[in-house]
Antibody, heavy 126, light 106 residues
């Protein structure tokens, strides 16, 4: 059974930093693309970042580019999101999701997300 | 930047057919997928690659994608189908979600 367990969320002051983790099990982590998606309470889903299985392809939403860094450790079956310069607009529930990327080069594309974690809550407030 | 547009809400009577649309420029040239999210729960994939159902998803869920519109159809809608539904596609080096549609079964 695929399991994704996020951790690392919490209360942080504006301008602060936080590192989220996602522990994966039940599938071959090193063969799967992975993603972070966030959701503000009562609002819709917002894609944050994607990383290919071997970390070759990395993409970010414009809203987080330059502030967030996605990474993975295939030996530890873990996905990470380093967040800096946090603002109130980053307050959300952050989900880790397994992707289904295909292609390479300019034909690389992320596909559907077939498994999601339960999320970890990030609150940015003074 | 690429955008996907969904109606904010759709209502359906139990046993009837619900259709939720997702519009985007030449969306039919891309793969679209759909997620169901019940209150307090994580999203669940219900349709991928336009028309495919993951294992465990009831047959009453189906999808189509042509031109500028992808459609999620729920036949014989049940009370348990009341939820938020989101479409998703790959834009220019970005994953794009639609704004979501609240399906009310009344």
């Amino acid at each position: 059974e695929v399991q994704l367990v996020e951790s690392g969320g919490g209360l942080v002051k504006p301008g602060g930093s936080l590192r989220l983790s996602c522990a994966a099990s039940g599938f071959i982590f090193s063969s799967s693309s992975m993603n972070w998606v966030r959701q503000t309470p009562g609002k819709g889903l917002e894609w944050v970042s994607s990383i290919s299985s071997g970390s070759t392809y990395i993409y970010y939403a414009d809203s987080v580019k330059g502030r967030f860094t996605i990474s993975r450790d295939n030996a530890k079956n873990s996905l990470y999101l380093q967040m800096i310069s946090l603002g109130a607009e980053d307050t959300a529930l952050y989900y880790c999701a397994r992707g289904s990327a295909s292609g390479s080069g300019r034909y690389y594309r992320e596909g559907h997300f077939d498994s999601w974690g339960q999320g970890t809550l990030v609150t940015v407030s003074s | 930047s690429y955008e996907l547009t969904q109606p904010p809400s759709v209502s359906v009577s139990p046993g009837q057919t619900a259709s939720i649309t997702c519009s985007g420029d030449k969306l039919g040239d891309k793969y679209a997928c759909w997620y169901q999210q019940r209150p307090g729960q994580s999203p669940v994939l219900v349709i991928y690659q336009d028309t495919k159902r993951p294992s465990g998803i009831p047959e009453r869920f189906s999808g189509s994608n042509s031109g500028n519109t992808a459609t999620l159809t729920i036949s014989g809608t049940q009370a348990m189908d009341e939820a938020d539904y989101y479409c998703q596609a790959w834009g220019t080096n970005k994953v794009v979600f639609g704004g979501g549609t609240k399906l009310t079964v009344l």
